[in-house]
T-cell receptor, first 118, second 113 residues
Framework: DAGVTQSPTHLIKTRGQQVTLRCSPKSGHDTVSWYQQALGQGPQFIFQYYEEEERQRGNFPDRFSGHQFPNYSSELNVNALLLGDSALYLC?????????????????FGPGTRLTVL | AQKVTQAQTEISVVEKEDVTLDCVYETRDTTYYLFWYKQPPSGELVFLIRRNSFDEQNEISGRYSWNFQKSTSSFNFTITASQVVDSAVYFCALKTGFQKLVFGTGTRLLVSP
């Protein structure tokens, strides 16, 4: 049973560029959440997708956008990269909110993508 | 608003010592869930425990134990007889509503031989 997978592992970009990060949820999960973890900080919620729509969003600018595909995998896109976007980006999967497993159960996290913006 | 405070930035202990990681949370919701995650150097967050707001029973799992006290809004984590493999960053997190986790800033635990 594969866990949450993310690609790429590491990425180096320059300011102003655009980046796409990818996530495949754990088998049986249909909800994907994205978090940004700056160095020395706790993860910060970016947004959550299920049924191919953004359902919740944290305090992040519109430069951060996402997408969920019919197979539940997801992409995080960041446009016009800033130095401050350098961070570890974590994807988490879980059962759909409102289901018996969705409200209570923990989110399963992937290994993350480390983005460096120069 | 929800908030999680982990006042201890870094703790250093020698192997076999007991260590307690503190977590204080804030929420106005009566139904909420508390979690502890471990983040080793590899970066992946590893789930350790969850607690809902209606269950104040303390829990022990091997060398790990958790003390949940609603009266002080705390959910502390104790490692007994620490080992070098326990070295990691530990995060306390709070969830209200559906699925959004609010994390503390983490406590880095260094266990030396």
């Amino acid at each position: 049973d594969a866990g949450v997978t993310q690609s790429p592992t590491h990425l180096i970009k320059t300011r102003g560029q655009q980046v796409t990060l990818r996530c495949s949820p754990k088998s049986g999960h249909d909800t994907v959440s994205w978090y940004q973890q700056a160095l020395g900080q706790g993860p910060q919620f970016i947004f959550q997708y299920y049924e191919e729509e953004e359902r919740q969003r944290g305090n992040f600018p519109d430069r951060f956008s996402g997408h969920q595909f019919p197979n539940y995998s997801s992409e995080l896109n960041v446009n016009a990269l800033l130095l401050g976007d350098s961070a570890l980006y974590l994807c988490a999967s879980s059962p759909r909110p409102g289901t018996s497993g969705g409200t209570y159960n923990e989110q399963f996290f992937g290994p993350g993508t480390r983005l460096t913006v120069l | 608003a929800q908030k999680v405070t982990q006042a201890q930035t870094e703790i250093s202990v020698v192997e076999k010592e007991d260590v307690t990681l503190d977590c204080v949370y804030e929420t106005r919701d009566t139904t909420y869930y508390l979690f502890w995650y471990k983040q080793p150097p590899s970066g992946e967050l590893v789930f350790l425990i969850r607690r809902n707001s209606f269950d104040e029973q303390n829990e022990i799992s091997g060398r790990y134990s958790w003390n949940f006290q609603k009266s002080t809004s705390s959910f502390n984590f104790t490692i007994t007889a620490s080992q070098v493999v326990d070295s990691a960053v530990y995060f306390c997190a709070l969830k209200t509503g559906f699925q959004k986790l609010v994390f503390g800033t983490g406590t880095r635990l260094l266990v030396s031989p």
